[in-house]
């Protein structure tokens, strides 16, 4: 019900260094900025704020993963609030005519329950009672970096490096993931 599409800017700051006696030209690259998208479907509505949200000072990476921690509390208290299925004669009916389960297309027989989306409370279809319990909403928040693997996953690195070598920023972390499973 969750997904985050994210992308950072960069700096190239060219650094003349010396290797022995030798000069070199070295680029020493990072982050500008950082756009992100927090996209909801299935019923879950991520706040305004993560919606799209965009960061050009301090630290994005670091920043980053503040708020994909403050949007993972959010989506699993949203979960945990569960709405309710109001029972209504057209889900009587469903109940009561289904003759296969919607998720294992196996035959009901007495086994039978009004599956629901549990951010809406809004009736889905008819299932088995163990088939029902097995379609749990996932808590891991897919995130889709546009080039993850040829640069922006350094960023991220070195971002982990800095929130572990800072006692204060490691504490704001450590207490935001109590709120929380990470």
């Known amino acids: 019900p969750l997904v985050v599409f994210a992308d950072f800017e960069t700096f190239i700051a060219k650094e003349d260094r010396m290797r022995g006696r030798t000069a070199v030209v ?7 900025s950082v756009c992100y998208a927090a996209v909801g ?22 920043f980053f993963f503040r708020r994909l921690f403050l949007l993972g509390a959010h989506f699993k208290d949203a ?19 289904a003759t296969h389960c919607s998720l294992c297309n196996g035959l009901l027989d007495g086994d039978r329950v009004a599956d629901h989306n549990h951010f809406t409370g809004e009736f889905r279809s008819v299932m088995h009672s163990a ?16 080039n993850l693997m040829g ?3 350094h960023l991220l690195i070195r971002a982990i490096r800095r ?14 993931a109590e709120s929380f499973d990470v």
């Open 79 to 97: 979960k945990r609030k569960h709405e309710t299925l109001h029972i209504t004669d057209g889900i009587r009916r469903a109940l009561a005519e």
């Open 131 to 146: 088939c029902n319990k097995k379609y749990r909403v996932n808590l891991k928040i897919p995130v889709f970096f546009h």
């Open 163 to 176: 929130i572990v070598d800072k006692p204060e920023l490691l504490r704001q972390f450590e207490e935001l």
């Open 41 to 62: 479907h299935d019923g879950y509505e991520p706040p305004d704020d993560h919606k799209l949200c965009y960061w050009d000072r301090e630290d994005p990476a670091v």
């Open 151 to 153: 640069f922006d996953a």
């Open 26 to 32: 070295a680029s020493n690259d990072e982050a500008a």
